[in-house]
């Protein structure tokens, strides 16, 4: 088993013992600074909970929800009413406009990965539809940084520290760290 099958395992045990009622009422939440791990944690618990459950957690990328590079704050505002709503459009950064509507699961767990995913607003429209847990990954921002541009390329390398910025100012407002059920330190 690698170290990110057993973080994922070990998470989905405390979700699990924590999930009040029916698992598939739920929203996770994984959110940190770019490359920090995100979106393999959620690809690792999506697989997790299908084993486990035999139903399969629907992924909503924050990526979907970002308006482009400066749009950190704006994605990151439109998670609560994507949960409320039950649907959102996805953002192709390709031809920078919003293109289908895509609906939310309401049969499954629900997983929102990315930067800004974690709001009050957000863990309380989770907390309605069922429950919330929410996920802090810590990384150093050296190896952020190396892990993201191996990642995106050249494409993120010149937004990189604007990004940052905007990461900082959201993270000083939303504080999503308090609001985290735990942190995890990937390898």
Same mark, same amino acid.
């Given at each position: !088993?690698?170290?990110?099958?057993?973080?994922?395992?070990?998470?989905? /045990?405390?979700?699990?013992?924590?999930?009040?009622? %029916?698992?598939?009422?739920?929203?996770?939440?994984?959110?940190?600074?770019?490359?920090?791990?995100?979106?393999? @944690?959620?690809?690792?618990?999506? /697989?997790?909970?299908?084993?486990?459950?035999?139903?399969?957690?629907?992924?909503? %990328? !924050?990526?979907?929800?970002?308006?482009? =590079?400066?749009?950190?704050?704006?994605? %990151?505002?439109?998670?609560?009413?994507?949960?409320?709503?039950?649907?959102?459009?996805?953002?192709?950064? $390709?031809?920078a406009a919003f293109t289908e509507?895509?609906?939310?699961?309401?049969?499954?767990?629900?997983?929102?990965?990315?930067?800004? %995913?974690?709001?009050?607003?957000?863990?309380?429209?989770?907390?309605?539809?069922?429950?919330?847990?929410?996920? =802090?990954?810590? @990384?150093?921002?050296?190896?952020?940084?190396?892990?993201?541009?191996?990642?995106?390329?050249? !494409?993120?390398?010149? $937004?990189?520290?604007?990004?940052?910025?905007?990461?900082?100012? @959201?993270?000083?407002?939303?504080?999503? @760290?308090?609001?985290?059920?735990?942190?995890?330190?990937?390898?």
């Open positions: !088993m690698s170290h990110g099958q057993a973080v994922s395992a070990a998470v989905a /045990d405390r979700v699990l013992r924590s999930a009040h009622h %029916s698992v598939n009422a739920g929203v996770i939440f994984i959110d940190g600074h770019s490359g920090a791990g995100k979106t393999t @944690l959620a690809r690792d618990l999506r /697989d997790e909970f299908a084993t486990r459950t035999g139903v399969t957690p629907q992924i909503v %990328s !924050m990526d979907e929800l970002y308006p482009g =590079w400066d749009g950190l704050a704006a994605g %990151s505002a439109s998670v609560a009413e994507v949960i409320t709503d039950g649907a959102y459009q996805r953002y192709d950064w $390709h031809t509507t895509r609906q939310l699961a309401t049969d499954r767990l629900v997983i929102v990965e990315g930067c800004g %995913s974690i709001t009050p607003h957000a863990i309380a429209a989770a907390a309605a539809r069922g429950w919330a847990y929410a996920l =802090w990954l810590a @990384l150093p921002q050296a190896t952020r940084k190396h892990r993201a541009l191996a990642r995106d390329g050249e !494409m993120f390398a010149p $937004h990189w520290d604007d990004w940052a910025a905007q990461e900082a100012a @959201l993270f000083a407002r939303t504080q999503p @760290l308090a609001a985290a059920n735990e942190v995890i330190h990937p390898a």
